[in-house]
């Protein structure tokens, strides 16, 4: 199998989990919470009140199919997720950005390489994201420090994940599609 069908292939993948997070799992989520849906699926961010509203809705012994689906979630699509989507933009960035003229230098394979980083760094902060809501909510006991300072770290957190992500996709586009490079591969 070339390396373009396996981006494809992990590009599906990413795609299809997103498409079952967002639309599959939120929503039931939501309505099984009580407190709105996964912190991480809201777009437009999220602070500490929310981070420690939705631990007081998990906590309450009657949504019990509300924890149990905050594991499922992070102990499944968004355990998978990091690393695919991660895998599949470095693979788009090591094989299309050597030739591609970037804020006017020819980038080669070593900055590929350093190209690479982003989305490598992008997936450690979704998996600190994760880590950081497995060790938080229920049925998570965190200890003192982990209950006071979770709820101000996270939504930073969360933050530079998008931003990474973003920055990620936007570099593989600008070297994949906007590259003006006639070879095919």
């Avoid at 997103?18 to 849906?37: C, I, N, T």
């Avoid at 930073?156 to 490079?181: D, H, Y």
């Amino acid at each position: 199998m070339g390396t373009n069908k396996v981006i494809l292939l992990l590009l599906a993948l990413s795609g299809a989990l997103v498409a079952w997070m967002f639309f599959g799992l939120d929503p039931e989520f939501q309505r099984l919470s009580g407190a709105g849906g996964f912190l991480d699926a809201r777009l437009s961010g999220y602070e500490a009140d929310a981070v420690r509203g939705l631990q007081a809705a998990l906590a309450d012994p009657a949504r019990a199919e509300a924890r149990d689906l905050f594991q499922l979630m992070y102990l499944g699509p968004d355990l998978v997720l990091p690393f695919v989507l991660a895998l599949s933009l470095c693979l788009l960035l090591r094989g299309y950005a050597p030739g591609v003229v970037l804020y006017g230098r020819r980038l080669d394979v070593r900055h590929a390489w350093l190209l690479c980083l982003v989305p490598v760094a992008y997936g450690v902060f979704d998996y600190l994201e994760n880590f950081g809501f497995l060790c938080y909510f229920p049925p998570a006991e965190p200890g003192p420090w982990l209950a006071e300072n979770l709820p101000q770290i996270l939504p930073w957190v969360t933050r530079v994940k998008f931003v990474l992500l973003f920055v990620s996709l936007l570099l593989a586009l600008r070297v994949t599609v906007f590259s003006g490079r006639s070879e095919d591969r």
